[in-house]
């Protein structure tokens, strides 16, 4: 199985928020008043019982007026955020000023309403907003109906982005290290591929903050015998669940399934887990 030991969940998030911003800044940038566009935080990424949401919108010419709809928060003025008698916040900025929108909206998501990562946004357009590919660029769609065995891993690279679309509606967030970031349910997974493309390597972050090393091995080591399909692993101070999926042939029912089955054991597993080893989950309850 492969190794994972060079990810860092830090630098790949923050990775994913400056792309975010990048490509957000971009879309402001051209925005007129034929369209607005409103990025939602998803139910598994929210923790109010209303999932927070920014809207934009070009109000005149040059113009953009962001709205957000969600709590009420001290730091939000600190941000440019000006409160509204209809209990929304809302900030003005010149069009040609669209980069810092982009960054007070990065802040808001990243800092006060405290959404993990951009795969648990959801915007009402524009998916690539999420995936980095820009509206109309055509992207080379590889047979992956039946077996195919990729000759590169560009190759299998282009195969797993593909069945990533159609699964999920639209194409994969994927950073510049080549690592994928997927939201299944409340769960947030991660998916590289292997130099040698023979392999596609899923993990998820279960446990942070772990205290007690040897302790934790223990426990981890025994949780790998029963373990069927999954291996747990410590990665400096965090514990990730992980399952490699052969691809030599590539099977896209065997991405899905794998999908499911780490989903299952990362919901099923990381409260029981944070408790014994005194760390804490990705989303605390």
């Not at 080591?221 to 052969?246: G, I, M, T």
Request: proline residues 5%.
């Amino acid at each position: 199985m492969a190794d994972i030991e060079d990810f860092d969940l830090d630098r790949t998030t923050a990775m994913a928020w400056e792309a975010f911003t990048d490509r957000l800044d971009d879309v402001l940038s051209v925005m007129d008043e034929t369209a607005d566009l409103t990025i939602s935080v998803s139910r598994s990424g929210a923790t109010f019982d209303v999932p927070p949401a920014i809207r934009f919108s070009a109000v005149r010419d040059g113009v953009i007026e962001a709205t957000l709809l969600g709590p009420d928060d001290v730091r939000l003025a600190g941000l440019g955020w000006v409160a509204q008698p209809d209990g929304t916040e809302r900030v003005l900025v010149d069009q040609e000023d669209s980069r810092r929108l982009a960054e007070i909206t990065t802040a808001t998501l990243s800092q006060v309403l405290r959404v993990l990562h951009p795969v648990f946004l959801e915007p009402d357009q524009l998916a690539e907003l999420l995936s980095g590919i820009p509206e109309g660029e055509e992207v080379s769609e590889p047979d992956t109906r039946g077996v195919v065995k990729p000759g590169s891993q560009e190759e299998l690279d282009a195969m797993v982005d593909v069945e990533l679309t159609r699964e999920f509606g639209h194409p994969p967030m994927r950073n510049s290290d080549g690592d994928v970031a997927i939201r299944v349910g409340s769960t947030m997974i991660f998916l590289r591929s292997t130099p040698d493309y023979r392999e596609l390597v899923l993990f998820a972050a279960l446990v942070h903050d772990v205290a007690g090393r040897s302790r934790a091995c223990e426990i981890l080591n025994d949780l790998n015998v029963e373990a069927r399909y999954c291996r747990f692993a410590l990665h400096r101070d965090r514990v990730f669940v992980q399952l490699s999926v052969f691809t030599q042939p590539f099977v896209p029912e065997h991405l899905q399934h794998a999908l499911e089955a780490i989903s299952a054991v990362a919901d099923g597993i990381d409260d029981e887990l944070a408790t014994r080893l005194s760390g804490r989950t990705t989303f605390p309850g």
